[in-house]
């Protein structure tokens, strides 16, 4: 009797769970709790590492010049001037995204176009070169940060040591590989993004006293007319570079994971940018007309007497891993594009050289010149879009991008 009122409470033909069953039922539960949060963990982990690479490249060295020449440039309107590359940026990175989803399964097919694939062989090309004129651009900037701060910095030692660390980098690549070095990168991004914060906070408490006090002092207008604005904010479009090397990642992540990385590090980049140009926008003053390539050493000086410590060593190490980077990329590509007749290991010796020979110029013009090589390359990845896209307002809106972009690869000029 009992085991049948048991039956009927439970439902026909069921018995009531024993102890030994709701505790296993319980482990289960709790088990696929527990999976679905590793996943969630290993899932938010994935972004922030395909985040990582592309935000690392573009704070490479952007932080670090563009103060001076934004100042050298339009003076109070930095911000406004901040705001107009970042937008640039955002545009052609939304061609980058187009690229990964559309060009790629068409290259990875072998469907594409004669004329497709050789915009986009030229465009790899490009890249390589771009790499290269990136790679002497961050030694430029670590010996002028370094030596600077020593007070011994003349053009002519801030070349050679550009020259001695470079081809350190180039025989150290060719004969036992760069991949023990790789590991900075890492380190680099976290060093640079709490360099930034300590930046930020100490403009805003400098530009706070300021303003309390009624002492703000804003940098004057430079007189420059529209076309040398338009040409030296133009060369300055390296600062925003390192989104398209989302584009490269195909090998660690899914397309879509490749898109968001390179949406969320622009976003994150531009609004740590506008941020970061308004706070020192207060201090431009002290920078007066010359446009110097370690200017930001005055600034922090005059936010924090402590503060160009930090400034130095995370120059140098933000420096050297990005110039690390860029050769393993270049060679990575020049590997891929010779399909194996270079190697890695040799090109780096050949991208090292072109760095060598570019030393010799000063950080500024280094600058215009690399931001010439990557507008031409983002220049191509337009062409590439216009001809996979059969959308005509798409095409058209490629098109003015392309332009404005072609205009940069010719046009130019560096600050000062």
């Known amino acids: 009797m009992t085991n049948l009122q048991s039956g009927d409470r439970d439902g026909p033909g069921t018995a009531a769970p024993t102890a030994p ?13 527990s999976s679905s949060t590793e996943a969630h963990l290993h899932t938010r982990k994935l972004l922030r590492h395909a ?45 980058i995204r187009f690229n ?10 072998g469907d594409a176009s004669a004329r497709v694939g ?21 030694i430029h900037i670590l010996a002028a940060f370094l030596l600077g701060a020593l007070g011994v910095n ?46 930020v906070g100490a403009f805003i408490l400098f530009d706070w006293k300021a303003f309390a006090t009624h002492t703000v002092v804003w940098p004057v207008v430079p007189k420059q007319d529209l076309w040398t604005v338009l040409t030296v904010v133009g ?11 989302s584009r490269y990642l195909g090998g660690e992540y899914d397309r879509e994971m490749r898109v968001w990385s390179c949406r969320s590090s622009q976003i994150v980049s531009t609004i740590v940018y506008l941020i970061f140009v308004a706070a020192a926008t207060p201090l431009m003053h ?14 922090a000086a005059k936010a924090a007497v402590w503060l160009p410590i930090p400034l130095v060593a995370a120059a140098v190490l933000s420096q050297f891993s990005a110039a690390v980077a860029d050769v393993v990329a270049a060679g990575g590509n020049v590997d891929e594009s010779t399909q194996g007749r270079v190697d890695d290991q040799q090109a780096y010796v ?38 996979v896209t059969r959308n005509t307002l798409q095409k058209a809106a490629i098109g003015v991008l392309a332009a404005i972009l072609l205009f940069i690869t010719l046009f130019a000029v560096p600050a000062g």
């Open 235 to 245: 060369g300055t479009l390296i600062v925003v570079q390192g989104f398209e090397t």
């Open 154 to 199: 003349t053009p002519r030692r801030e070349n050679l040591l550009t020259v001695v660390i470079v081809a350190g980098i180039g025989l150290l690549g060719r004969f036992r590989g760069l991949d023990m070095l790789l590991v900075l990168e890492r380190w680099a991004l976290r060093v640079t993004g709490l360099l930034v914060l300590l930046l």
């Open 286 to 299: 002290f920078l007066g007309n010359q446009v110097e390539d370690n200017g930001l050493l005055i600034l």
């Open 100 to 109: 990964i989803r559309n060009a790629e399964p068409v290259l990875e097919s």
């Open 51 to 95: 985040r990582a690479t592309p935000l690392a490249s573009i704070f490479g060295s952007g932080f670090l010049v563009i103060v001076p020449i934004l100042n050298g440039a339009v003076g109070p309107y930095a911000v406004l001037a901040m705001a107009v590359v970042c937008a640039l940026a955002y545009a052609t990175g939304s061609v």
């Open 118 to 138: 050789r915009y986009e062989r030229t465009a790899n090309l490009a890249l390589v070169l771009a790499y290269a004129i990136s790679v002497c651009l961050y």
């Open 21 to 33: 069953a709701r505790k296993i039922a319980s482990d289960a539960t709790t088990a696929t709790e």
């Open 350 to 387: 050949w991208v090292c050289g072109v760095a060598v020979i570019l030393a010799f110029a000063s950080t500024l013009t280094i600058l215009s010149f690399a931001s010439r090589a990557f507008a031409f390359y983002y220049f191509l990845q337009c062409l590439v879009a216009i001809c």
